[in-house]
């Protein structure tokens, strides 16, 4: 009883130091987050967004600056090549495309493309 209490007024204070974060939240999920005792992944990702301030965390939010920090760390570890890097994927050159690859966005999850034996449509590369 009194541990959800204090699970509530420390939502109630997050919620109110943070809104725009708990708005966002909201309005992707349809439910207000649990942020003082996160269950979900997304509530686990909107609590390190608001109380864990660890710089690491940044850098493991993206692909490209995590390869680069493991790479850095570990030099002898295997990590896949970037073939190229850029903001359009109508920009992506026939070339990488050719062959067995995956085109991952950076900027969210699930936005990976694979290409197969270098067949590629790229309307549907594009919405991806």
């Known amino acids: 009883m009194l541990t959800d209490l204090l699970l509530a007024l420390s939502n109630a204070a997050l919620y109110a130091t943070n809104?725009?974060?708990?708005?966002?939240?909201?309005?992707?999920?349809?439910?207000?987050?649990?942020v003082s005792d996160p269950q979900r992944y997304s509530e686990r990702?909107?609590?390190r967004k608001i109380v864990d301030h660890n710089p690491k965390f940044v850098v493991f939010s993206d692909k490209l600056a995590t390869?680069?920090?493991?790479q850095r760390i570990c030099p002898d570890l295997s990590v896949?090549?970037?073939?190229?890097?850029?903001?359009?994927?109508?920009?992506?050159?026939?070339?990488v495309l050719r062959g067995d690859v995956f085109v991952k966005a950076n900027h969210g999850y699930n936005f990976n493309y694979r290409v197969r034996g270098g067949r590629v449509d790229r309307a549907a590369l594009k919405e991806t």
């Open 19 to 34: 809104p725009v974060a708990v708005w966002h939240y909201r309005r992707r999920f349809g439910r207000l987050p649990h």
């Open 45 to 47: 990702v909107l609590w």
């Open 67 to 70: 390869k680069e920090y493991c």
């Open 80 to 95: 896949p090549r970037t073939l190229w890097i850029g903001e359009d994927a109508d920009a992506i050159p026939e070339e």
